[in-house]
DNA sequence: AGGTGTATGTCGCAT
DNA sequence: ATGCGACGTACACCT
């Protein structure tokens, strides 16, 4: 890595152009090519960058960064006040821990927190444009298409309308309903669900993983 | 700014929980606290941060950042093998052209330029799922809705699709259609839109910044 | 503060 | 390569 601090004027061509008047900045040159323009400010996202694969041809005034894909990056250089190299390595990498995968588990296990009654059919059922999260049938038999999402936007009404789209194509499962089920979900989402006939039901993440917790004692 | 390249690992309790085992990286620490720690790969992104505002304990073998919503990211220190600290100052700041409001703006000024002799009603045209870009009237007064992206892609034409199916309730603008406008247009967003009965528009940029300035000249 | 749409989103995974 | 969904999305803008 290379972390250059230097008095600069850059300008960006590509998916749209824009333009930094000079001043004092940060470059950042990782190993694998990619270059960041860090200003002392504005959280970890860099003013200007250019991602890997690229080419860089520098010289004294002038760094030019451009891409297969017809992108440029043109750093003008006033000064340099720092040139620092440094080797790094390859990172071991981050292990997440993230909580949507596990609010699937808790409510395949308990499908009856989404409806009183509700019967697990199979987790990440699948159709030929991606599995539904749950399959499920409620106390009359019906087909019950559920998609969770930890935050409920309109995107996942799409999401689960396409779904039931391919469903209902299935002698077997039609007629389907289609509940969409998430921590929070917002006004939008649940207008354009209700105007589908799609159902919404918020769930409570901490009192499922109580209830799981609860079962654990039993044993 | 501060730069450090040490020896550390990383625990990050927050929105999920994250670790990244012992490795070299650097710590980038911001004038207005945010904090990053970047690996020498993997485009701008940092592994781990904590955005503004936050608050750094720090002593020699361990740095606590936390803020006010409960999220902690705790870096432990073996070894600091470089320390930089340098003052860049308040940046100008970017500007940008060739964003989605700068072509929403100069297609309110010249919808003719989407069809001939369309007239403007309104910008924002709000519905109770988000705003239109356009709402607009054609020669014969049939309402119009214009849907605007940089780059025309499927979930351009959902947007729009949703748009049109809650307008069209409105028995003011029933019968109404759809255009949707880019300046390029994925082919699957064009046969998606189609399929849709929804028009679609590629924009020059460029020639409706030509427009803009000519009219400027008659001044 | 909360809601919504944009982003040079980035990133990962599947086809 | 392209499409699609998730992201600790971040971020600006509006109510």
Redesign the pocket.
Same mark, same amino acid.
């Given at each position: 890595m290379r972390l250059v601090i230097a008095r600069c004027s850059v300008t960006?061509e590509?998916? =749209?152009n824009?333009f930094l008047p000079i001043a004092d900045r940060l470059l950042m040159v990782k190993a694998d090519g990619c270059v960041a &323009?860090h200003a002392d400010g504005?959280?970890?996202? $860099? =003013?200007?960058?250019?991602?890997a694969p690229n080419r860089l041809e520098e010289d004294a005034k002038r760094w030019i960064v451009s891409n297969t894909k017809g992108?440029t =990056?043109t750093i003008d250089i006033e000064e340099i006040l720092s040139d620092l190299t440094v080797e790094l390595g390859d990172d071991p +990498?981050l292990t997440?821990d +993230?909580?949507?995968?596990h609010l699937q588990e808790l409510l395949a296990a308990h499908p009856g927190e989404i409806e009183p009654d509700l019967e697990l059919v199979r987790r990440e059922y699948p159709t030929d444009? +991606?599995p539904v999260?749950l399959l499920c049938r409620d106390t009359d038999g019906t087909a019950v298409a559920i998609? &969770?999402?930890?935050?409920g936007? &309109?995107? +996942?009404v799409? #999401?689960l309308t396409?779904y039931l789209a391919r469903l209902e194509l299935d002698p077997m499962l039609r007629p389907i309903r289609g509940v969409f089920v998430a921590q #929070?979900i917002? $006004? #939008?989402?649940r207008?354009l669900a209700e105007s589908r006939g799609i159902g919404w039901v918020e769930v409570d993440y901490d009192a499922l993983r109580g209830i799981e917790s609860d079962e654990l004692k039993l044993f």
């Open positions: 960006y590509g998916r =749209l824009a &323009i504005g959280a970890y996202k $860099p =003013l200007n960058w250019m991602n992108e =990056l +990498g997440k +993230g909580v949507e995968a444009i +991606g999260d998609e &969770i999402k930890r935050r936007e &309109i995107d +996942g799409e #999401q396409r #929070q917002k $006004p #939008q989402a207008v």
